[in-house]
C-alpha cells in the first residue's frame, strides 16, 4: 500500500510516519510538507511545497495512493479565528478534494481532537473550526474517511513535541499523565498507537467515522495480531 502523510515534522504527523515507514504494509510513503525531514528511507519520497491550498499543478505526482495520512496541524493558543481557520480548515480540505478528484476511493485520515464541535456552534474556536472540518471532510464522499479525536497523547520513540507548552508539560507532568493512563488506560493514546491504526484501515473498513481514544486503541491492537 502506498500512502501519503503531512505534518511529519509534527509530533503526531512523525509518529505515524516511523509506524508507515516500519509496516510491511506500507510500501512507499510520500511526506507532503514545508521542508524535508532529513530522513533517508528506501519507502520514503517528498513532495516540498509552499501553497497548501492549490495542488492543480501536481495532481500527477499525487496519482496511485491508497492513503492519505493528514496529521498537519497547529494549536490555537494565541491564534484568531482567520488563520486558525486557514491552517486547520482551507488547508486540510484543499488536498481531500484535489485527491478526491483523482482518486475517490482513497482512505483519508485526519487527525481532529477529543471536544471537537461538531454542531459548529459552540463557545471553543477550535472546537467549532475542527467539527467544520469534519463535517465537510465527511461530506466530500470519500469511500473511506475517518477521523481521529486522540485526546492525550504520549509521544514515544524520541518524538518531541514542536509546541512549547506541550513539551513543557510532558517534561513536568509526565508522571501524572502516566498515573491517569494507569487508571483509565482507554483515556490516553501514544503516538505509535495512532500510527497503527491508521495502518490497519488500509486493510478493514471502520464501523465509525468518529474515533475516540478507546477505538485508536483497539485498531492499533488489531495490527498487532493481524497477518493482513
Known amino acids: 500500500m502506498k500512502v501519503i502523510?503531512?505534518?511529519?515534522?509534527?509530533?503526531?504527523?512523525?509518529?505515524?510516519?516511523?509506524?508507515?515507514?516500519?509496516?510491511?504494509?506500507?510500501?512507499?510513503?510520500?511526506?507532503?510538507?514545508?521542508?524535508?525531514?532529513?530522513?533517508d528511507h528506501k519507502k520514503l519520497k517528498e513532495l516540498i511545497i509552499s501553497n497548501f491550498e492549490d495542488y492543480s499543478t501536481?495532481?500527477?505526482?499525487?496519482?496511485?495512493?491508497d492513503a492519505c495520512f493528514y496529521c498537519l496541524g497547529i494549536s490555537s493558543a494565541g491564534m484568531k479565528e482567520d488563520a486558525y481557520?486557514?491552517?486547520?480548515?482551507?488547508?486540510?480540505?484543499a488536498l481531500a478534494k484535489a485527491l478526491y478528484k483523482i482518486n475517490p476511493g482513497i482512505l483519508f485520515t485526519y487527525i481532529s481532537g477529543a471536544g471537537t464541535d461538531s454542531s459548529e456552534k459552540g463557545s471553543s474556536m477550535w472546537a467549532r473550526v475542527k467539527g467544520k472540518t469534519e463535517n465537510d471532510l465527511l461530506k466530500i464522499g470519500f469511500k473511506q474517511a475517518v477521523m481521529f479525536r486522540p485526546g492525550i497523547i504520549i509521544?514515544?520513540?524520541?518524538?518531541?513535541?514542536?509546541?512549547?507548552?506541550?513539551?513543557?508539560?510532558?517534561?513536568?507532568?509526565?508522571?501524572l499523565i502516566k498515573i491517569i493512563r494507569l487508571f483509565w488506560p482507554e483515556s490516553i493514546?501514544?503516538?505509535?498507537?495512532?500510527g497503527?491504526?491508521?495502518?490497519?484501515?488500509?486493510?478493514?473498513?471502520?464501523?465509525?467515522?468518529?474515533?475516540?481514544?478507546?477505538?485508536?486503541?483497539?485498531?492499533?491492537?488489531q495490527i498487532k495480531n493481524s497477518n493482513d
Open 58 to 65: 501536481i495532481e500527477k505526482e499525487l496519482l496511485g495512493y
Open 196 to 221: 497503527k491504526a491508521m495502518i490497519r484501515l488500509l486493510n478493514t473498513k471502520s464501523s465509525k467515522t468518529i474515533l475516540d481514544p478507546k477505538d485508536i486503541l483497539a485498531l492499533s491492537a
Open 189 to 194: 493514546v501514544t503516538t505509535t498507537a495512532i
Open 155 to 175: 509521544p514515544e520513540r524520541g518524538i518531541r513535541s514542536g509546541t512549547k507548552s506541550y513539551q513543557l508539560m510532558y517534561d513536568n507532568f509526565m508522571w
Open 85 to 93: 481557520h486557514k491552517i486547520t480548515y482551507s488547508y486540510t480540505l
Open 5 to 39: 502523510i503531512t505534518g511529519g515534522t509534527g509530533m503526531i504527523g512523525k509518529g505515524v510516519l516511523l509506524e508507515c515507514l516500519d509496516s510491511d504494509i506500507v510500501s512507499e510513503v510520500l511526506a507532503i510538507g514545508r521542508k524535508s525531514l532529513n530522513i
